[in-house]
C-alpha cells in the first residue's frame, strides 16, 4: 500500500525487512527485535531528506489529532479531580486521622495515600472492565496495529479513561507542587507525571491509544497496593498497632510482586514489544508516524520503573540485614528525621522559654 509521506524507496526498503515479529516474545525476543526495528528503521538513507527540527514539527503535526474542545474537558477534569481531593482530605480523612490518634508527620501523609489509593482503585478497575469484556489487547496485542490508521476515532469509552486519566496526571503536577508530602524523589516524581500525562496525551493524538490503554493497565494496579500498604502502615505506627503492621507487611509483599509482574514484565513484554516491533511489520505502510519519540517516552518510562525498583530493593536488603523493624518509606528518612529534629528543637525551645520567664518573674 502506498502512502503519501512515504518514498518508494522506503517501501521497498520497508518490503526487504528481514525476520518477524512473534505473538509470545520474551525478553531476548524484545532485545532482538528492537535491535532489528531500530537497524532498519534508522538507515541513512531511510532519513536522507529529513531535517530537524523542521520535518518532526511537520511529522509531530501530521499524525496530531486532539480537538481543542476535548483539551478543555481535560482541564476541567484536572479542576474537579483538585476539589475532589481537597473536600476527600479535609472534610473525609483529617477527621478521621485525628479520630484515630495517628502521629503529626502520618497525618500530613495519610490523606494524600488514602486519596490516591481510592483514585487507582476506581481507574484501574475500570481499565480492567475495557480489556476484560470490551477488547482482547492485553491478550492478543499484535492485533492493535490491525485496525489502526492516523486519526482513526476513538470510541468512547476508551476516550472517556484518557479523558480522566490526563486531567488526573495534570493535577498530579499541581499536587506534587503544593499538596503532596514533598519526599526525595520529588522531581523524579514531577517527572514521572509530566511524562506520563506527555505519553497519555500523545498517544491519545497520534492514535496510539490503545498501547496507552496497556500502560495504564500494567501500571495502575502496583500503584493501588502500594498506597494502601503507606496507608496500613501509618496506621500500624500508633500504638497497640502491630495487627496493622502485619497487614502493611501483606500488601506490601503483593505490591513487590505486582511491580516485578505488572511493571518488569508485562510492560516490556506488552508494551514495548508491541509499541516497538510488531509496527514495524504490521503498520509502518499504514502510516505509522513518531515511532522513535513513542518509543523514547516508553523506554524512558521503563527507566524510572528501574529507578524505583532501586527503593523497592533497598528496603528488602535492609529488611533482611535486620535494620528495620516495620515498614518505612525509604524516601522519607530524610523527611522524618527532619521532622524528629524540628520536633525536639520545638521542645528544647519551648524549654528555654520557660526559664527565661522564670528568671524574669
Same mark, same amino acid.
Given at each position: 500500500?502506498?502512502?503519501?509521506?512515504?518514498?518508494?524507496?522506503?517501501?521497498?526498503?520497508?518490503?526487504?525487512?528481514?525476520?518477524?515479529?512473534?505473538?509470545?516474545?520474551?525478553?531476548?525476543?524484545?532485545?532482538?527485535?528492537?535491535?532489528?526495528?531500530?537497524?532498519?528503521?534508522?538507515?541513512?538513507?531511510?532519513?536522507?531528506?529529513?531535517?530537524?527540527?523542521?520535518?518532526?514539527?511537520?511529522?509531530?503535526?501530521?499524525?496530531?489529532?486532539?480537538?481543542?474542545?476535548?483539551?478543555?474537558?481535560?482541564?476541567?477534569?484536572?479542576?474537579?479531580?483538585?476539589?475532589?481531593?481537597?473536600?476527600?482530605?479535609?472534610?473525609?480523612?483529617?477527621?478521621?486521622?485525628?479520630?484515630?490518634?495517628?502521629?503529626?508527620?502520618?497525618?500530613?501523609?495519610?490523606?494524600?495515600?488514602?486519596?490516591?489509593?481510592?483514585?487507582?482503585?476506581?481507574?484501574?478497575?475500570?481499565?480492567?472492565?475495557?480489556?476484560?469484556?470490551?477488547?482482547?489487547?492485553?491478550?492478543?496485542?499484535?492485533?492493535?496495529?490491525?485496525?489502526?490508521?492516523?486519526?482513526?476515532?476513538?470510541?468512547?469509552?476508551?476516550?472517556?479513561?484518557?479523558?480522566?486519566?490526563?486531567?488526573?496526571?495534570?493535577?498530579?503536577?499541581?499536587?506534587?507542587?503544593?499538596?503532596?508530602?514533598?519526599?526525595?524523589?520529588?522531581?523524579?516524581?514531577?517527572?514521572?507525571?509530566?511524562?506520563?500525562?506527555?505519553?497519555?496525551?500523545?498517544?491519545?493524538?497520534?492514535? =496510539?491509544? $490503545?498501547? &496507552?490503554? %496497556?500502560?495504564? *493497565?500494567?501500571?495502575?494496579?502496583?500503584?493501588?497496593? !502500594?498506597? +494502601?500498604?503507606?496507608?496500613?502502615?501509618?496506621?500500624?505506627?500508633?500504638?497497640?498497632?502491630?495487627?496493622?503492621?502485619?497487614?502493611?507487611?501483606?500488601?506490601?509483599?503483593?505490591?513487590?510482586?505486582?511491580?516485578?509482574?505488572?511493571?518488569?514484565?508485562?510492560?516490556?513484554?506488552?508494551?514495548?514489544?508491541?509499541?516497538?516491533?510488531?509496527?514495524?511489520?504490521?503498520? =509502518?505502510? $499504514?502510516? &505509522?508516524? %513518531?515511532?522513535? *519519540?513513542?518509543?523514547?517516552?516508553?523506554?524512558?518510562? !521503563?527507566? +524510572?520503573?528501574?529507578?524505583?525498583?532501586?527503593?523497592?530493593?533497598?528496603?528488602?536488603?535492609?529488611?533482611?540485614?535486620?535494620?528495620?523493624?516495620?515498614?518505612?518509606?525509604?524516601?522519607?528518612?530524610?523527611?522524618?528525621?527532619?521532622?524528629?529534629?524540628?520536633?525536639?528543637?520545638?521542645?528544647?525551645?519551648?524549654?528555654?522559654?520557660?526559664?527565661?520567664?522564670?528568671?524574669?518573674?
Amino acid at each position: 500500500m502506498d502512502h503519501p509521506y512515504l518514498t518508494q524507496e522506503q517501501l521497498d526498503e520497508w518490503k526487504n525487512l528481514k525476520g518477524n515479529f512473534t505473538t509470545t516474545p520474551n525478553y531476548i525476543d524484545l532485545i532482538v527485535g528492537m535491535w532489528t526495528a531500530i537497524s532498519w528503521y534508522y538507515k541513512p538513507h531511510m532519513w536522507r531528506d529529513y531535517k530537524i527540527p523542521q520535518s518532526f514539527i511537520e511529522d509531530f503535526t501530521r499524525h496530531f489529532y486532539f480537538p481543542m474542545n476535548q483539551i478543555y474537558y481535560i482541564i476541567y477534569i484536572a479542576i474537579v479531580v483538585t476539589i475532589l481531593r481537597y473536600l476527600f482530605e479535609n472534610y473525609i480523612c483529617k477527621p478521621l486521622v485525628n479520630w484515630l490518634a495517628l502521629k503529626p508527620v502520618d497525618k500530613k501523609k495519610c490523606p494524600e495515600s488514602a486519596w490516591k489509593c481510592l483514585f487507582y482503585t476506581c481507574t484501574w478497575s475500570y481499565c480492567v472492565y475495557l480489556l476484560s469484556y470490551r477488547y482482547n489487547y492485553f491478550h492478543e496485542p499484535h492485533l492493535i496495529w490491525d485496525d489502526w490508521s492516523p486519526g482513526m476515532d476513538v470510541p468512547f469509552d476508551i476516550q472517556i479513561m484518557y479523558f480522566v486519566q490526563c486531567g488526573f496526571y495534570l493535577h498530579s503536577i499541581y499536587g506534587t507542587l503544593y499538596m503532596d508530602y514533598k519526599r526525595k524523589d520529588f522531581y523524579v516524581m514531577l517527572l514521572h507525571h509530566v511524562l506520563t500525562m506527555t505519553l497519555i496525551f500523545v498517544s491519545y493524538a497520534t492514535r =496510539y491509544h $490503545k498501547i &496507552g490503554l %496497556l500502560v495504564l *493497565f500494567v501500571h495502575d494496579i502496583t500503584d493501588i497496593w !502500594l498506597e +494502601l500498604t503507606k496507608v496500613l502502615h501509618y496506621l500500624g505506627s500508633r500504638e497497640n498497632g502491630k495487627l496493622w503492621e502485619h497487614a502493611a507487611s501483606a500488601c506490601f509483599i503483593i505490591f513487590t510482586f505486582c511491580w516485578f509482574l505488572f511493571r518488569m514484565y508485562w510492560y516490556p513484554i506488552k508494551v514495548l514489544y508491541t509499541a516497538g516491533v510488531t509496527p514495524a511489520y504490521r503498520a =509502518y505502510d $499504514k502510516g &505509522g508516524g %513518531l515511532y522513535g *519519540f513513542f518509543n523514547v517516552l516508553l523506554w524512558t518510562l !521503563l527507566g +524510572l520503573n528501574i529507578y524505583w525498583l532501586v527503593f523497592i530493593l533497598q528496603f528488602l536488603f535492609r529488611v533482611c540485614i535486620g535494620s528495620l523493624s516495620n515498614l518505612h518509606d525509604v524516601r522519607e528518612d530524610d523527611d522524618d528525621n527532619d521532622e524528629d529534629t524540628k520536633s525536639m528543637s520545638s521542645t528544647v525551645n519551648e524549654a528555654v522559654s520557660d526559664v527565661i520567664d522564670k528568671k524574669k518573674i
